[in-house]
């Protein structure tokens, strides 16, 4: 959140300032210069002190090992590659003997894989090295210097210290002649006593012929990575600790509130990814040229290095979920419109907000609650004054099938009256100091302690905080947001936790510092997990810190971001670049949190949000209320037009996160991920598209009128508003605009379902027939799919779904049973029809056509004319673009076939 007001506790002496006067202060936060594990690192050639002893090298089945010498220190490391099944190599180096370096637990990641191997082969040997097999991958290791080098069919891929960039510091004995940094440090007043000294690793690799790279978010920049030896700001290298960012600037390597290591290359033919399993602070350049240079600077921990090798972006993203997990799937609500404001100040103003909704049919599903809704800060309390009947307010809101959303921050007021703060003292549970005492740090509250959600038995406890009866006013209709969970501490080094600061199994807080959010958000999920009904209640909790794994517990948003059109633009590479690096349910703000937005910014942030996986509208306390009605009766029905377009969408979205979830493929995808040959694609941010079918062009500047539209090659598209086709082989075409809507297309070869009958809620929507978009390409031929199961539960891990396959080829559409390999098949079945099939790209025919449609329970066939018509419900009633099969009445359950016949 915003350290923005000071709240009357105390808190001038932290010396925060009113909104206006604040914006991001970056000599508050530390470069690569100002910190001395990657100052003595940065662009340091120490590799060729590294080398791998003949001797030691082992090859048992899928392991190779090794010892790597430092021949500067005279000290030994230990090397082990590993190759596994799921199309991954995996290299590790620790110091040898063990001085117990820190490896991220076990629990970020998910079980299997360690024991899913695949055998590697020996291809050669000689007294410079070894050639290994395993595969389509090629494993070439060097031993003196040490380099490895990873092809993949033939194709370079990866290199390690080829440009002699490696180095690993062991620990050691403090000496007098120590360079400065090795056993302290001090920041802005803050002294980092670095009591294991100077533990930090340097990774070289270079990814040979490619010309772009993705990934290692959080921050706010372009697409594919820009390189860091530039100028300002581009000169300082990306940056992984997760941080309260006041107002973020829209271009900069700055990194922001989460960190997940990994990066892809793509270059034709080939998609690499790697990701390092490490939580400490990291510093990565980015260097282009021939080829894509890029060096890994990390302040502690080993080296824990997975390489995937599956050539392209689908098979990168499978793999790296088969080890970092796949994205949880959310309940159907979680889908819908959220309505958010820093505050909603009571209960009457969150009654009129909820009202306001149906007033103006605006469909919408969850009302949020900010900080001010509890009692002085004191989280799972409420401010009696404004919501003395939580309960009932709750009730009221759900009886329109709708839900709340309380924010719950992971600092605890030092308060001995207040029981989640005297219940966590007496048991221990909170982070300690260097001391070894309770650490007390500032925010909202004023004096606070900070749980150790590191330690399996607090993570325990604080979810047991959740169930109604402890948390007192919460319903089952409640969820919950994590905020400030980076951790945010408003008096501490950078507005975070210090790194001497000491955690479950006296781990320091600079080796797990970025694990802080995503165990938080852990404990918090699991909360809600035992309130459940019979199959359980699927958790819904937001968070703002993450880290690899954060995408099996729930959905993130991009923080604090501002009403600018420059941040409405930025968030696209943002939210493509999380999708790439496993993360996909995410969004932006609408509006922006920062500022007022004018109507117009409004209106295109809407068009936009649409298409976010998470779509939550938020405000900062100071701004102007901007609830969607409160912009004049025009701007309201575009806002109106966009929200239900969503809702209209919610079908297919649903769908897309079945895919996230069994596969760990992402939601928004970038057009090169789904169009790889085409190189003209690979830095394209500006246009996305929605899982395989649809392509997205916002617009991102005031009074626009035009834009061009780049179309991949190889497929036809479809206007998604009238139906028009692009004429074929448009690369672009220029497409006049109004702030009506924003450019759309269906990309040939594709079936898309909706639900088009506007409900004030996906609760209301349950029960309506679907219309589906039949979009055929060149051959007249196209796929999708529609996954339908009860929005809430867990149950459809037990089979309770339904999932089909939609085919159209030969003038057939058919409906089948989708089989997934490793998954329980569906036993669902549901009452509800498909009411209309909209098809586009048919062939003229003199006499029109009919449809044949045969039942594939009973056999009987009957006769359907084909109308021309709107591609919508919600399209102008003249456009003809379309050829529309009304009440054909299909079962969704069953198989059924229609044959398109000329009349």
């Not at 590659?81 to 290299?91: E, I, P, Q, S, Y």
């Not at 360079?179 to 803050?190: I, K, L, Q, S, V």
């Not at 340097?202 to 040979?208: G, K, M, T, Y």
């Not at 991009?558 to 493509?576: E, F, I």
Request: proline content about 6%; hydrophobic content about 35%.
């Amino acid at each position: 959140m915003r350290r923005a007001i000071a709240l009357g506790v105390g808190l001038a002496l932290l010396g925060l300032l009113l909104p206006g006067s604040l914006a991001f202060k970056e000599n508050e936060f530390k470069k690569c210069a100002q910190t001395s594990f990657c100052s003595r690192n940065r662009n340091v050639q120490q590799g060729a002190n590294f080398e791998i002893v003949p001797a030691s090298v082992t090859l048992n089945t899928a392991t190779l090992t090794a010892t790597l010498m430092n021949k500067q220190a005279s000290k030994h490391l230990q090397l082990t590659l590993t190759a596994h099944a799921d199309g991954f190599v995996r290299l590790l180096i620790d110091e040898l003997p063990s001085v117990g370096r820190y490896q991220v637990p076990s629990d970020i990641l998910v079980s299997g894989w360690e024991t899913r191997k695949a055998a590697i082969k020996e291809e050669s040997r000689s007294a410079n090295g070894v050639v290994l097999v395993t595969g389509d991958t090629k494993l070439e290791l060097n031993y003196a210097p040490f380099t490895l080098a990873v092809s993949v069919k033939g194709v370079p891929a990866l290199q390690l210290n080829s440009r002699n960039l490696f180095n690993f510091e062991h620990r050691r004995p403090k000496q007098d002649s120590d360079p400065a940094g090795y056993w302290e440090e001090t920041w802005m007043g803050h002294t980092d006593t670095k009591p294991k000294g100077p533990e930090a690793m340097s990774l070289d690799l270079v990814f040979p012929g490619f010309s772009h790279v993705y990934g290692i978010p959080e921050r706010a920049t372009s697409l594919s990575l820009k390189a860091t030896n530039g100028n300002a700001p581009y000169g300082e290298p990306y940056r992984l600790y997760n941080l309260d960012v006041f107002e973020y600037l829209d271009d900069h390597p700055f990194g922001l509130y989460g960190s997940i290591p990994v990066m892809l290359a793509h270059k034709k033919g080939l998609t690499v990814g790697v990701y390092w399993n490490n939580a400490a602070e990291m510093f990565v350049d980015v260097v282009k040229g021939r080829d894509v240079g890029t060096q890994w600077i990390a302040e502690s921990g080993v080296v824990d290095l997975f390489v995937f090798t599956g050539a392209t972006g689908p098979a990168v993203l499978a793999s790296y979920a088969k080890v970092a997990g796949t994205t949880a799937l959310p309940q159907l609500f979680s889908l819908g419109y959220h309505q958010c404001r820093w505050n909603y100040k009571d209960e009457a103003d969150v009654k009129a907000v909820d009202g306001g909704f149906d007033a103006h049919e605006i469909p919408y599903d969850v009302l949020w609650l900010d900080i001010e809704h509890t009692n002085g800060k004191r989280y799972l309390t409420w401010d009696s004054s404004l919501f003395p009947n939580p309960v009932a307010m709750q009730e009221d809101v759900a009886s329109r099938g709708r839900k709340m959303v309380t924010i719950v921050d992971p600092h605890v007021k030092r308060d001995s009256s207040y029981y989640i703060f005297s219940e966590a003292e007496s048991a221990g549970h909170y982070v300690k100091n260097k001391h070894g005492s309770d650490f007390d740090g500032w925010c909202w509250p004023g004096q606070s302690s900070y749980l150790d959600v590191t330690s399996p038995v607090v993570r325990n406890w604080w979810a047991q905080q959740f169930t109604t009866d402890k948390y007192q006013g919460s319903t089952k209709h409640l969820y919950i947001w994590n905020d400030m969970n980076e951790p945010s501490v408003f008096n501490g080094p950078e507005i975070t936790m210090h790194k001497d600061n000491l955690h479950y199994g006296n781990v320091e807080h600079r080796d797990n510092h970025n694990l802080f959010g995503v165990y938080y958000h852990m404990g918090t999920a699991d909360g809600l997990k035992l309130r459940g009904s019979q199959n359980g209640d699927r958790p819904f909790v937001l968070s703002r810190a993450f880290f690899s794994g954060t995408q099996r517990v729930g959905p993130i948003w991009t923080g604090d971001n501002a009403a600018q059109w420059s941040h409405l633009k930025v968030s696209v590479p943002m939210l493509l670049t999380l999708g790439l690096t496993g993360l996909p349910y995410s969004g932006a703000d609408v509006g922006g949190f920062f500022g007022n937005p004018d109507a117009e910014l409004m209106t295109r942030w809407y068009q936009l949000g649409i298409y976010y996986p998470f779509f939550r509208g938020h405000a900062h306390l100071e701004t102007q209320r901007r609830e969607p009605w409160l912009f004049g009766p025009d701007v309201t029905a575009r806002i109106r037009a966009a929200i239900r377009g969503r809702y209209a969408l919610l079908p297919h979205i649903y769908t897309l996160f079945r895919a996230a979830n069994t596969t760990g493929q992402p939601i928004l995808r970038p057009l090169w991920f789904e169009f790889p040959e085409q190189e003209d694609l690979y830095a394209e941010e500006e246009e996305f598209m929605v899982g395989s079918s649809m392509l997205v062009k916002p617009v991102t500047a005031p009074s626009t009128f035009t834009v061009d539209v780049t179309f991949p090659q190889g497929s036809r598209w479809y206007d998604a508003t009238t139906g028009a086709p692009v004429p074929p082989k448009t690369k672009t075409q220029r497409v006049e605009v109004n702030l009506n809507g924003i450019p759309v297309y269906y990309r040939g070869g594709s079936v898309v379902p909706r639900r088009e009958r506007p409900r004030r809620s996906t609760a209301a929507q349950l029960a309506d027939p679907y219309t589906l978009v039949v979009a055929a390409d060149d051959k007249g031929e196209a796929e999708g799919q529609l996954y339908v199961d009860d929005g809430r539960s867990f149950a459809f891990q037990r089979g309770l779904y339904l999932h089909r396959d939609f085919k159209f080829s030969g003038n057939k559409l058919t409906s089948t049973k989708h089989v997934e390999p490793g998954v329980p098949d569906g036993t669902l079945t549901v009452p509800t029809t498909i009411e209309r099939v909209v098809f586009l790209g048919l062939p003229a025919a003199k006499k029109g056509y009919k449809a044949v449609i045969s039942d594939g329970v009973s056999g009987a066939k009957h006769t359907v004319a084909l109308e021309a018509g709107p591609l919508s419900m919600a399209a102008a009633p003249d456009s003809t673009q379309a050829l529309v099969l009304r009440k054909p009445d299909l079962p969704v359950s069953h198989d059924w076939t229609v044959e398109i016949v000329q009349v």
